[in-house]
């Protein structure tokens, strides 16, 4: 039922080509066999990233937001020397960014264009996917399935030195209309569901010498885009913060002024980024977001202060926090290492700092041995064991951060006093490592398929876990012995 359900709102949040409100929403899921609860519909909106808010209860789709609006990029050398043009991330955040861009469709005049494969030096690569981040960019390219033959995990997530990419095969404007490198392709979203684009390639007037020649009205029109873009885009950071997400970001900037910056003779975001003074791509923690240059991109600032203010008496207790993907691990994991007695599993499961009242104890090991009963009745070691070492040592990590995440949260110390840095790594981690059980949970032999890149995932992040684990429980330590009363 679950299932069925969420390819339901899948489906609405993939299509909706209006803003609409939570409870158009659940009216539509009502209508489709489905009641939601307004916090089930709040959640659905809240954790999907096809959807975002924009004002007075209402939300917008990426398909709302984007089908039909222009975008736009300039050929580079290697595209043109290879008769093609690479999407990478500079479709972001047009499109799906979760689909294979090989995937996508593209059109000219009403006919679909083949695609082509191109070989790219690493550096040009790197180039093309550089909005996806340092962190994500060498998976991006490896995804495509020009690369299927590569192993990154064999070489420690390093590219070769020539990849190969899939593209829109553009030979018959090159050779035939003379499109050059520096000439425009400016795009059009026509389904976003189906990832399939319109292109409309763009000759730019040249002198004798071959050099670009300014043409006037366009080129005006690009140079307001940037200030526009600009504009936009810090209203964004100033109220949304670094956000989830690159492509986030950039999507709030876009929903500030659509018809402006997505007019037909827009610019590019990496064209505005080559030439920009005040804003860059800058590292947020292990991750990267666009910032002010130069700047530290912080944990805590307006668009969050009000929400980081803790009560240390009045915190939620931890039982709420743990979900149900977690405890199945762990309790498939008691299985796999064959153990006996439940009651170590509150050791394992909550922090050391962390106290239950009898009453609490009671209703959680009731809990456990209520889902145990369940797991334990089709639980299979031999079918199992695969996954079972890589299980293990996710939630050994798992174990470490998230204690460290409640010792923060539980600390006297209010959010802005922790080094911020340190502080957005640890958010990331206990995020990444989250991810990585609800994968193992929902698709076990994808993990043993993986196991060598989830194996030096886990390792990089134990690597970081030890880098800022000292600097935060030093802030934790000092406010211990600022509290202590002398009588």
């Known amino acids: 039922m679950q299932f069925s359900e969420d390819l339901a709102v899948d489906d609405f949040l993939r299509s909706r080509k209006t803003p609409f409100t939570l409870k158009d929403f659940t009216r539509e ?25 924009i004002e007075d209860g209402k939300f917008i789709t990426r398909a709302a937001a984007f089908t039909g609006r222009f975008f736009s990029f300039t050929l580079t050398p290697e595209e043109f020397k290879n008769k093609m043009f690479v999407p990478g991330s500079r479709f972001m955040p047009f499109v799906d960014e979760m689909q294979n861009p090989a995937s996508w469709k593209f059109f000219y005049d009403g006919r679909e264009l083949p695609h ?46 020539i990849v190969k990419i899939t593209g829109c095969d553009l030979s018959r404007f090159i050779d035939g209309d003379g499109l050059r490198s520096g000439d425009r392709i400016v795009c059009r979203v026509l389904n976003w569901d189906k990832g399939e684009i319109e292109i409309f390639p763009q000759k730019r007037t040249r002198g004798q010498s071959g050099a670009i020649v300014q043409i006037g009205d366009a080129d005006s029109e690009r140079a307001a885009w940037g200030e526009a873009f600009e504009k936009a885009l810090i209203k964004v950071l100033e109220r949304e913060g670094p956000c989830a ?19 037909f003779n827009c610019d590019s975001v990496e064209n505005y980024l080559m030439h ?11 991750e990267t977001r666009l910032w002010y240059k130069g700047q530290d991109v912080p944990a805590v600032g307006t668009w969050n202060k009000g929400e980081m203010k803790k009560d240390p008496g009045d915190l939620e207790n931890l039982k709420f926090k743990i979900p149900e993907y977690i405890l199945d691990n762990f309790l498939r994991d008691f299985e796999f290492r064959k153990q006996k007695d439940l009651t170590l599993l509150l050791k394992t499961m909550f922090p050391e700092n962390f106290a239950l009242t009898p009453d609490e104890r009671r209703y959680v090991l009731l809990h456990i041995a209520g889902r145990h009963a369940i797991i334990a009745r089709k639980y299979n070691y031999f079918a199992d064991f695969p996954v079972g070492e890589i299980r293990n040592a996710a939630l050994d990590l798992y174990s470490r951060v998230s204690s460290l995440v409640y010792d923060v949260e539980s600390s006297s110390a209010n959010f802005d006093k922790f080094p911020q840095n340190e502080l957005v790594i640890l958010s990331q981690l206990f995020a990444h490592i989250n991810r990585i059980l609800e994968s193992i949970d929902s698709n076990p032999d994808a993990a043993v398929e993986d196991q060598a890149t989830l194996d030096l995932s886990l390792e990089g992040m134990e690597y970081n876990f030890e880098d ?20």
């Open 29 to 53: 899921m009502s209508r489709k066999g489905f009641s939601l609860t307004q916090r089930e519909g709040e959640d659905y909106l809240a954790e999907s990233p096809y959807v975002s808010w």
């Open 116 to 161: 082509r494969v191109g070989e790219f030096r690493k550096e040009t690569a790197l180039d093309l996917n550089v909005l996806y981040g340092e962190e994500y960019e060498v998976q991006y390219i490896a995804a495509d399935p020009a690369m299927s033959e590569y192993d990154l995990a064999d070489t420690d997530f390093e590219l070769p030195s």
């Open 245 to 263: 997400t690159i492509e986030e970001q950039l999507a709030f900037a876009f929903y500030e002024d659509l018809e402006t910056l997505c007019s």
């Open 276 to 286: 920009s003074k005040k804003i860059a791509l800058e590292l947020f923690g292990v």
């Open 468 to 487: 800022i684990e000292g600097a935060l429980r030093g802030v934790i330590e000092s406010e211990k012995r600022n509290n202590f009363t002398i009588v």
